[in-house]
């Protein structure tokens, strides 16, 4: 048998950012001062207790009110303006991580929001991502994840299509074409062409969906995928369900003791991927379970 782990799956850049940021900040604390992350850092459960072990601890919003004067981590995910400006208020130091491409979708949304736009965007109304951008838009941003949801939206106003950085990329298109056909109004983008009948601003992550081919294509060359990722990961479930497309026989699992038996019977190679938000080491510990189950493995690591 061979196994073969994909070194193009793990941490995406902007996570990189994260875990380097809160990592640098936890080094240089010190002292018996705390550092503090406003929700999961990552959906990824073996990394947050990593993470732990080192010091950093998580909270909810609810729980930011009673930290006067302490030092909070906000995500890559981002955080709406009333985060920014409650702990303002409380003296706290906020250490900003928000993934840069997040903060640039959330300066476009502000931009058009201002300018009189309705915004729609397509994503998970209580996604961490999602819940910063529609608080660019005082919460008036309309959120849909499906074609049937279109009916939320006024097509007689001027409109402005964002997406959730992890989403689905087809969904997304679907649903532009779909409201290239109702929305009449023109709309101006000076980003883009000076006049458009319907402007949809491609916000998907590239990092995301770079991977599109390259996961189908090493999919299709193993005997059985197994998918490793958090299970609350959006990109997570993005990424897994292109490889079992490709695929039928992939396995989703959070870590090495998810492995079942059953799934290397007859198997002659065996293909490792990943969420952006599943670490190399993650990865590298469902090669070793493999391993020491079958004696006669032959390891391959090899980037696709």
Known sequence: MKVTVDESAGFCWGVIRTIDI????????GNGKSLYVLGDIIHNPMEIERLKKEGLQTITHHQLQNLHGEKVLVRAHGEPPSTFETAKQLGINIVDATCPVVRKVQERIRKFYDS?????IYGKIDHAEVIGLVGQTNGEAIVIKSLEEIEKVDLNKKTVLFSQTTMDKQTFYRLKEEFQKKIKELIVDSFEQQAMEF????????????????LQEFAKKNDIMIFVAGKSSSNGKVLYNICKNANARTYFVENEHQLLPDWFDGVESIGISGATSTPQWVMQQVKLEIENRFSEVEVKETTF
Do not use: M, P, W
């Open 22 to 29: 809160a990592e640098t900040e936890l080094k240089s604390s």
């Open 116 to 120: 009189g736009y309705q915004v729609v």
């Open 199 to 214: 402007h949809a601003k491609d916000t998907i992550c590239g990092q995301v969906f770079g991977r599109d081919k390259k």
